[in-house]
Every structure is written in C-alpha cells, then in structure tokens.
C-alpha cells in the first residue's frame, strides 16, 4: 500500500459521458497531483492542488477539472469524453521531506 | 521550461549484463532528479532521487550521479536481472520554485531482461 489510494481502478465508459476519479492523498500531505499517462504521450502532467488551492495547471483539457476537499482528498472530472481520453491516470500526494508517492492508477477506457 | 529527455527505447538486454539509460535535462534553479520504475499493471515507484550536483543516488544495485556539468542523470546497473523487466522514467523537481512543486517526466524507456 503506497498510502495513496485511488477509485476506482478500471473504469469503461462511452463517448460523451462524464466520470469522476477519486484520490485520497498520503495521510499528512497537502500537495495533491493529477497526471495523464497515454501510449503516444507518456505522462502529462495535468493539475496539482495544495491545500484546497490549485498551485498548478499543465495540459488540461477544459473538459477536465479537479478540485481538492477539506479533508485533502481530490476528484478529477471528465466530461464529454472522446476515444482519446482512453488513458492511464495517476494521482501523487508529496509533503515536506517525504517526496512523492504515487497511487496505483485508474485506467479509463471510452468506447 | 524544464524538461527531461530519455534515450529511444526500448532496451532488451540477457542477464546479468550491464545496464546504461542516458537521461538529460533542461531546467532553470538547482532541480533534484528521480527514477521512477514501473512494473507491468502497476504504478510508479520511486527507484532513487538525487538532490544536488555530484549526489549519487543508489537502490536495488541502481545507480545514478547528479552531473551539472553535463545536465545528466543516467541510470545504471551492474548486472540486471529478469526482475528488473519495466518501464523506467527519469524526472525532476524545481524545488527552486517553492516546496511542492511538479514533477517532469521523461518519456519513459521499456527494458526487457532475457533469462
């Protein structure tokens, strides 16, 4: 158990539709990550939050969004799905002196 | 802004020989650089993590030097196993840019290990 915990882990779904992935970080960290691993672009970084407070934003699609909780844990929606959407996602949670720690992923199939 | 190049892959090696994977980087402020290793359905691990010009980091007999000069971090091992078959990503952090900042990838190299 990496102590990040993601939901679910598979998830198929089709075109147009909207799912919601779930990440609890690492219990202590603040910083929360979203990444996009796909075949032909590797990891993308997407968002990141602090706090509640987004820090960072890489290539995220404006279909997509996040937002993280008062209890730290994140949720990365995803809307009006296309077949390129298909792709691994990750969460990592990082806190001082700890580094980062990934969750095992939820691999999103759209059909 | 920052960015981190791998050699093309993928690598397939027999074991017990010896493993090389070349990792550059173009970054402003001081990054610390990682390894990350996944395995087949799983996710990333961190391998090992350098944080200044001239650390070694080491794990699991792997091996990498910070090197400045040459903008480098490449992965090495002395004798690789069927184990150690995954994809193996080099990344940084520009902590100059405050705690808790991203991480940038690589594109990630898949080594295959022959019995």
């Known amino acids: 158990d990496s102590g990040v915990t993601q939901t679910p882990k598979h998830l198929i779904t089709a075109t147009g539709q909207r799912v919601t992935l779930r990440c609890s970080p690492r219990?202590?960290?603040?910083?929360v990550y979203w990444y996009q691993q796909s075949l032909d672009q590797g990891l993308q970084f997407l968002i990141q939050?602090?706090?509640?407070?987004?820090?960072a934003k890489g290539n995220i699609l404006e279909r997509f969004s996040a937002q993280q909780f008062p209890d730290l844990h994140s949720e990365l929606n995803l809307s009006s799905l296309e077949l390129g959407d298909s792709a691994l996602y990750f969460c990592?949670?990082?806190?001082?002196?700890?580094?980062?720690?990934f969750g095992s992923g939820t691999r999103l199939t759209v059909v | 802004g920052n960015s981190v190049t791998q050699m093309e892959g993928p690598v397939t090696l027999s074991e017990e020989a010896f493993l090389t994977i070349n990792c550059t980087y173009t970054?402003?402020?001081?990054?610390?650089l990682f390894w990350y290793v996944q395995y087949p359905g799983e996710g990333l691990q961190l391998l090992l993590k350098?944080?200044?010009?001239?650390d070694k980091g080491s794990n699991k007999g792997f091996e990498a030097t910070y090197r400045k000069e040459t903008t480098s971090f490449h992965l090495e091992k002395g004798s690789v196993q069927v184990s150690d078959s995954a994809v193996y990503f080099c990344?940084?952090?520009?902590?100059?840019?405050?705690?808790?900042?991203?991480?940038?990838f690589g594109k990630g190299i898949t080594l295959s290990v022959r019995p």
């Open positions: 939050y602090y706090n509640g407070e987004e820090r």
């Open positions: 350098a944080t200044k010009a001239d």
């Open positions: 219990s202590g960290d603040l910083s």
């Open positions: 990592a949670s990082s806190g001082p002196g700890y580094g980062y720690t």
């Open positions: 970054a402003t402020g001081y990054p610390s």
């Open positions: 990344a940084l952090s520009d902590l100059h840019t405050g705690a808790n900042s991203k991480l940038t």
